[in-house]
């Protein structure tokens, strides 16, 4: 090549193959290389088993190939065999290699002939062979074998695209001579992949087997099915000498012989053979190197400046170290404070966009889903007059009262307060939930370490669990104090001259709030049938009177507006086959909600996002269905009572002074509960973290087990050390390479509409001018024959047969299947007179 740093490039990609293969994905480069695709049976093992010199590929029926086997080839004094699975073993004799392949290949495929993957990588040294990598895959085949999946072919379709797809893979179509080039499957991929034909190189196998009198000389001189980089053709041992275990070097000398003695092919006999497309070969993806030399030189750089930051912490890394391990844990704890701090007040980095946590989810907690809990918990208009009535009818005791008790307010306001318990104690689990998955969240940096991660979520957790009981404690605390004494006297309480103009007032204030908006969004209506098209999506609006929804969020194109009179609320419960959350709206005089339907279902996305609704709804005055249990259900059906003007007027005004104050003790316990909350738990919890982590987790045991680093964190130091080293090692020889190396130019695009367009694959079209199969007994036409009129046809989308130096003047015909009879000879082909 005349450049020795381009001569190293090939040993260079091999060992960056070796190292990216054994650290998996952490460095993300597509290494140029060479895919053998064929079908089974094209010779695609013997082709490479002619390169190395010997018998190292397993052999048999059905796929012998099970996973890709990535093969480098190295030029050295003397030979031997590695596997980078078997590092620092050497293999001297090759029948060994074979048996290693197919037990390393069984040992991830299993027995049954099924298909993997993951490469096995082999590095052959010899020298014998040019420095060349290739990719030997799995030959593509139609018919499932034994208790192969009956997918057998796809998945082979699918492997053999994951590799042929990257643009750094030169793309070795292997083709048998005896069968019909234009159907071949391994140039029907390279089509589809490769529709420029820049990456693809034609070898024809088998040319020794084709019927007697025909010839593929045309098709090796790219002016019969051409290709733009051209066919090589090769003559591989037959069957019979493979069992017969024929020398590879008689078997290489054989086909030199059939070459320069064959009429067809002696011409360029220099051209073919498994020496020459070993050289071309090797040429190609060297040039094939140079060609993206800037872009692999580009990937290893910014892969390089990713590493340097944690390269640079591991170096010099002693894990044993006391100093380094006291540190260690000093910047771990205040990382997690920082992390903690940052997830409960809010930050700008690192912010979720998928759902809402920490702080922002307790902050939904205290002012949405507690009110909603405040309301859902309260009680029928019904049982609530029942239950003042039987009150006012027990102070009077046996006689006749004149006047309303207070004593009976007080009972009922006291039960009504008791009921608050329940959603102040439900909130603060909300809360002390959310706080643990918080300490989680923020102990995930901590993997590397797993002893202090479980130690600090240990110690964390056990935190807020004791915080959550003083918490509960000071919260029915505040219940218990508002039992304590009823406050009449406060300044926004109605009093017993002002009771009976609050359903006035009430009314009044309603209707001023008639035009508010309490809340947009989109929501999917569930039950509409399949005849109306199913479930839709739709713009909700919910004002304080209606709820409407539209086409979309320009409000333009109103669907329907359904007054919020007599509505309620209740859960419907998620089906299996939907992955959303419903919830229905339904009238409570069983009328129809939305044109034919009872109820109206409506669909979210997650739970929060239906408790939101509901919790605007509340705002609104849609309520939620109330859950009677049986004693109740009974009591109601069996009490059909009646009151007189006088205790119906005591039980009106009662019932207004109880809204009136449980108002008051609702105000108070939605603004005090948060407060406590804060103080009593997330301030307190923050505050523990800040002081006394650091000292419970020195007290908790010995410091170096503590940071005993994980086995993953350890993988992977070596795993960037050694990958950094390579990407240096392989910048340090790429900045010694000239970019000026003289190659041979890319040949220029020819015609293969015959491969058919759009990357579908089509037989050739009969035609009276193609030539046929010939039987052994014929004879080939005289060469002076004069050739058939030219066939118009479509360039396919890389073709210019009219530029290419490679295809003379000479008709375009329908291509034959191989075996054929040689065509006539073009006009520039005649014999002189």
Known sequence: MGNRGMEDLIPLVNKLQDAFSSIGQACNLDLPQIAVVGGQSAGKSSVLENFVGRDFLPRGSGIVTRRPLVLQLISATAEWAEFLHCKGKKFTEFDEVRQEIEAETDRVTGANKGISPVPINLRVYSPHVLNLTLIDLPGITKVPVGDQPVDIEQQIREMIMQFITRESCLILAVTPANTDLANSDALKLAKDVDPQGLRTIGVITKLDLMDEGTDARDVLENKLLPLRRGYIG?????????????????????????????????????????????????????????????????????????????????????????????????????????????????????????????????????????????????????????????????????????????????????????????????????????????????????????????????????????????????????????????????????????????????????????????????????????????????????????????????????????????????????????????????????????????????????????????????????????TMTVESETTTTSDNFSMDPQLERKVETIRNLVDSYMAIVNKCIRDLMPKTIMHLMIINVKDFINAELLAQLYSSGDQNTLMDESQEQAQRRDEVLRTHQALKEALSIIGDISTSTYTTPMPPPVDTSWMGAGGGRRSPPPSPTAPRRMSSGQRPAPRGAPPPPNRPGPLGPFNNSADSPQAPSRPNRAPPSIPSRRPPPSPTRQAPP
Request: with cysteine; net charge positive; glycine share 4%.
């Open 234 to 626: 090769v003559v591989n041992r037959s069957q019979k000498d493979i069992d017969g275990k024929k020398d590879i070097k008689a078997a290489l000398e054989a086909e030199r012989k059939f070459f320069f003695s064959h009429p067809a092919y002696r011409h360029m006999a220099d051209k073919m053979g498994t020496p020459r497309l070993q050289k071309v070969l090797n040429e190609q993806l060297t040039n094939h190197i140079r060609d993206t030399l800037p872009a692999f030189r580009s990937k290893l750089q910014s892969q390089l400046l990713a590493l340097d930051k944690e390269a640079e912490e591991y170096r010099g890394y002693r894990p044993d170290d006391p100093s380094r391990k006291t540190k260690q844990l000093l910047q771990m704890v205040q990382q997690f404070s920082v992390d903690f701090e940052k997830r409960i007040e809010g930050s700008g980095d690192q912010v979720d966009t998928v759902e809402l946590s920490g702080g922002a989810k307790i902050n939904r907690i205290f002012h949405e889903r507690f009110p909603f809990e405040l309301v859902k918990m309260e009680c029928d208009e019904k049982e609530m007059r029942r239950e003042i009535s039987y009150a006012i009818k027990n102070i009077h005791g046996i006689r006749t009262g004149l006047f309303t008790p207070d004593m009976a307010f007080e009972a009922i306001v006291k039960k009504q307060i008791i009921k608050l318990k329940g959603p102040c104690v439900k909130c603060v689990d909300m809360v002390i939930q959310e706080l643990i998955n918080v300490v989680r969240q923020c102990s995930e940096k901590l993997d590397c370490y797993p002893m202090l991660r479980e130690e600090t979520e240990r110690i964390v957790t056990s935190h807020i669990r004791d915080r959550e009981s003083r918490a509960k404690d000071q919260v029915l605390l505040l219940i218990d104090i508002q039992l304590s004494y009823i406050n009449t006297n406060h300044e926004d309480f109605i009093g017993f001259a002002n009771a009976q103009q609050r359903s006035s007032q009430t009314n009044k204030s309603q209707s001023s709030a008639t035009n508010q908006v309490i809340r947009k969004g989109w929501l999917t209506i569930n039950n509409i049938s399949i005849m109306k098209g199913g479930a839709k999506e739709y713009w909700f609006v919910l004002t304080a009177e209606s709820l409407s929804w539209f086409k979309d969020d320009e409000e333009k194109e109103k669907k329907y507006m359904l007054p919020l009179d007599n509505l309620k609320v209740r859960d419907v419960e998620k089906s299996f086959m939907s992955s959303k959350h419903i919830f229905c709206i339904f009238n409570t005089e069983s009328r129809n909600v939305y044109k034919d339907n009872r109820t109206l279902e409506l669909a979210c996305d997650s739970q929060d996002d239906v408790d939101s609704w509901k919790s605007s709804l509340l705002r609104a005055g849609v309520y939620p269905e109330k």
